[in-house]
């Protein structure tokens, strides 16, 4: 009972900038860490950037030094300001959420938001 809801995807020129928001809704007590992934044709799924409750970040090593993950807890939301992007960054980029579906249990599950597409010409 918990979507995630993406946004922000298009094209963009390289070099160009583009932000992504992930919003979570519905029924849950709390979320843990929320980050991107992307997948692109031919390519295996790969973490972008993890932020977790606390602001623990985590980074690719391709994206270090122009992508930028963010969170309002308050909104439970995550975003994701990509600048200098490049042709390579062109995938279909996922919301991911570690929510703690109950405040009795803790227990912890995760759900992926449906994809937003990020296309990068050069």
């Known amino acids: 009972q918990v979507q995630l809801v993406e946004s922000g995807g298009g094209l963009v020129q390289a070099g160009g900038s583009l932000r992504l928001s992930c919003a979570a809704s519905?029924?849950?007590?709390?979320?843990?860490?929320m980050g991107w992934y992307r997948q692109a044709p031919g390519k295996q799924r790969e973490l972008v950037a993890t932020?977790?409750?606390?602001?623990?970040?985590n980074y690719a090593d391709s994206v270090k030094g122009r992508f930028t993950i963010s969170r309002d807890n308050t909104k439970n939301a995550v975003y994701l300001q990509m600048n200098s992007l490049k042709p390579e960054d062109t995938a279909v980029y996922h919301c991911?959420?570690?929510?703690?579906?109950?405040?009795?249990?803790?227990?912890?599950?995760?759900?992926w938001g449906q994809g937003t597409q990020v296309t990068v010409s050069s």
């Open positions: 991911n959420a570690a929510v703690v579906t109950s405040q009795l249990t803790k227990k912890i599950n995760d759900y």
């Open positions: 519905g029924y849950f007590f709390s979320i843990n860490v």
């Open positions: 932020m977790s409750a606390g602001g623990d970040t």
